[in-house]
């Protein structure tokens, strides 16, 4: 069984940072590709970022610069360091693998961005 579990979301103001971690387990990790989505109230999914096995990283333009998506294959983790977080930045961010032909996805990770 693929179980995916996030955390490290919470309450932040406009320009401060937080790091998310995405705890995988059940998969070969180190071969996994993993992403970040996040959806925001009202709004459609929307990729933020992806990790191959190989570490080739791809972002969405409007967190580029700002977000690092990285993973530590010894902890089988995936983290997204988020700097300088805007407004609309807020979101539940989840994160997703695709393992033996299906898409497997975590609970979720609240994200508010607020002064």
């Known amino acids: 069984q693929v179980q995916l579990v996030e955390s490290g979301g919470g309450l932040v103001q406009p320009g401060g940072s937080l790091r998310l971690s995405c705890a995988t387990s059940?998969?070969?990790?180190?071969?996994?590709?993993v992403g970040w989505y996040r959806q925001a109230p009202g709004k459609q999914r929307e990729m933020v970022a992806t990790?191959?096995?190989?570490?080739?990283?791809d972002y969405a333009d409007a967190v580029k610069s700002r977000f690092t998506i990285s993973r530590d294959n010894a902890k089988n983790t995936v983290y997204l360091q988020m700097n300088s977080l805007k407004p609309e930045d807020t979101a539940l961010y989840s994160c997703?693998?695709?393992?033996?032909?299906?898409?497997?996805w975590g609970q979720g990770t609240q994200v508010t961005v607020s002064s």
């Open positions: 990790i191959t096995g190989g570490g080739h990283t």
């Open positions: 997703r693998t695709n393992y033996h032909l299906r898409d497997w």
């Open positions: 059940g998969t070969i990790f180190s071969l996994t590709a």
